[in-house]
């Protein structure tokens, strides 16, 4: 999808494709996002690689342009939200799957998936997708400590389930979100609905 000549080292050439495009600010959440799922990883006993490339590659796509994410989606013809319509960077998640898969050579679904999900997350999400969905809100690219970062700090000693519900509530109840999408709006029912199964070891 994109043309950059990769060594096969996912760190490396995450940092060498960012800083190619001038995304040096991008990097830094990226390498941020991956060093706290690495910790949340080892909270849970879970595969720290997995969560670590996952951190990385979440937000490859901001090498393309949200009217490119539109133009590849329509061309691929993707079921398009109507969030993604109105604010196409919100395709940024799907996209970088797309590169994670194609241009990094990415195969392990439970990446892909942390990857595609990370913005929205999805129903019945994986531990993986929890993780890199946490990881990206507690090391989010604001300026400052994040407003709900103390909601959802005090949530991960409960559960990841509790911790993506601590988050959702937050910006549902302080009218934060820019238009609802379909994923947010099944996964944050799913969370309300299920019980918190995965608790801390």
Known sequence: MITHHFTGNIKS???????AHGKDKTYDHVKAVAETSIVIAEQYGLD???C???GYLHDISAVVSPDDMMAYAIQEKWHIDEAEKKFPFLLHQRISRVIAEEDFGVTDQ???SAVQHHTTLKPDPSPYDMVVFVADKLAWDGC??????KDVKSAL????EAACLAYQKYIVSHKIILHPHKWFEESYH???SHPIIRSHP
């Not at 400052?144 to 970062?149: I, V």
């Not at 000693?157 to 990841?160: A, F, K, P």
């Open 52 to 54: 670590e490339l996952g």
């Open 13 to 19: 050439d995450v940092k060498s494709l960012l800083w």
């Open 110 to 112: 439970r990446v892909l």
């Open 157 to 160: 000693v409960q559960s990841l």
């Open 48 to 50: 720290k690689e997995v």
């Open 190 to 192: 799913w969370l309300q």
């Open 144 to 149: 400052g400590e994040a407003p709900f970062y």
